[in-house]
């Protein structure tokens, strides 16, 4: 099926109808707006909330948290990744103790990053490096190991140096996994920072939300979960878009999209 005007009307059309299922059901069945608000309650609250410029300080402080989370925890992960997909020894000694670390639940460690590091923004951008941290080393790691060995004892035998062979064979071929990690570890860096202000902040939207849940305002809690997953699809969208003019030279997401569209049209 071609992406094209219909298809994106087809869509609009389809999340219009379960927005009306959502409605209709709350009103069949009575539903407390305490408990499930209608969308025409969540929609009338984002109304109010954007007439008095209420989440516009909060939206900003948000994304910088994710934004320098995700700088920091990726930068910070590209480089330990490297370290220990290149060397052997680096990952004997060090890897049982960063998969050790990685089983931690992060959550757990927020309360003491907050001890640490305080209410203000340095917390909750060491939080949302730390959730961010993870996906992109692990995806570094097979990505620089994924390399052809064949290669590499070519250019071996070409008398190419280490830093030639990185640069020029397992760079390159790790790119795409590198990037699937930076999709992921975008995502989970604003989680993270959300994590961080839910349980104690100055401003944010995780902040905001706690707020609102004292007064239970249900509707307003809605409304910034839909903000949220607003600020969420533009962030991995920034990556995409950064990948796909980083890696023009990569089809295997197109090539595996034409074979799945390809194995439809067989079947049907």
């Known amino acids: 099926m071609r992406r094209g005007p219909v298809s994106f009307v087809l869509r609009l059309l389809f999340i219009a109808a379960l927005l009306g299922v959502w409605e209709w059901a709350v009103v069949f069945f009575q539903t407390p707006a305490y408990i499930v608000p209608a969308p025409s309650s969540i929609a009338y609250a984002m109304y109010n909330g954007i007439a008095t410029n209420l989440y516009v300080g909060h939206i900003g402080a948000t994304v910088g948290e994710t934004l320098l989370g995700f700088v920091l925890g990726c930068a910070l992960a590209f480089v330990l990744g490297t370290i220990v997909a290149l060397s052997?020894?680096?990952?004997?000694?060090?890897?049982p103790i960063i998969i050790m670390f990685q089983a931690m639940p992060k959550v757990a460690?927020?309360?003491l990053i907050l001890v640490w590091f305080g209410l203000g923004l340095t917390s909750k951008v060491i939080s949302a490096a730390l959730v961010a941290f993870f996906p992109l080393m692990v995806n570094t790691i097979v990505g620089l190991r994924s390399a052809d060995e064949d290669r590499i004892n070519l250019m071996r035998s070409l008398s190419a140096s280490r830093w030639q062979i990185f640069r020029m064979l397992q760079l390159p071929n790790a790119m795409p996994y590198i990037f699937a990690g930076l999709?992921?570890?975008?995502?989970?860096?604003?989680?993270?920072a959300i994590v961080a202000e839910l349980i104690s902040a100055e401003r944010g939207l995780g902040m905001l939300m706690q707020s609102m849940s004292f007064t239970m305002d249900v509707a307003g809690q809605f409304s910034i979960l839909f903000i949220l997953s607003i600020l969420g699809l533009i962030l991995n969208?920034?990556?995409t878009l950064v990948r796909r003019q980083v890696l023009f030279w990569d089809t295997s997401r197109d090539a595996d999209a034409n074979e799945q569209s390809a194995t439809k049209g067989e079947v049907l």
């Not at 052997?88 to 000694?93: D, G, P």
């Not at 999709?183 to 993270?192: N, R, T």
């Open 88 to 95: 052997r020894t680096v990952e004997y000694y060090l890897y």
């Open 237 to 239: 969208g920034l990556v």
């Open 183 to 192: 999709e992921i570890a975008m995502i989970f860096a604003l989680i993270g």
């Open 109 to 111: 460690l927020v309360p």
